[in-house]
Nanobody, 115 residues
């Protein structure tokens, strides 16, 4: 089993920044893809960014140039640096890790962008 704990969410004004962290524990050996998803009220969960075990990133078009995913395998951690936040970025942000045939999810961290 893998446990994921997110942190770093909060309330920020438009144009501001936040850095989300996700730390994996448990059977972390063999974790491959890690990523961030988000879900706004009334919307489906959507992919924000992912990173492979070797650190190759992918960012959804709507966050390119604003968000950056990074990873620290020694700490079993994945991060999401979010800049130029806008109200439409308001959502619960979830961390996901893939190990073998299983996907693991964190509980989520709320990000609210409002003036």
């Amino acid at each position: 089993q893998v446990q994921l704990v997110e942190s770093g969410g909060g309330l920020v004004q438009p144009g501001g920044s936040l850095r989300l962290s996700c730390i994996a524990s448990g059977e972390t050996f063999g974790i491959n893809l890690m990523g961030w998803y988000r879900q706004a009220p009334g919307n489906q969960r959507e992919l924000v960014a992912t990173t492979t075990g070797s650190g190759t990133p992918y960012h959804a078009d709507f966050v390119k140039g604003r968000f950056t995913i990074s990873r620290d395998n020694a700490k079993s951690a994945v991060y999401l640096q979010m800049n130029s936040l806008q109200p439409e970025d308001t959502a619960i942000y979830y961390c996901k890790a893939n190990r073998g045939w299983t996907d693991y999810w964190g509980q989520g961290t709320q990000v609210t962008v409002s003036s």
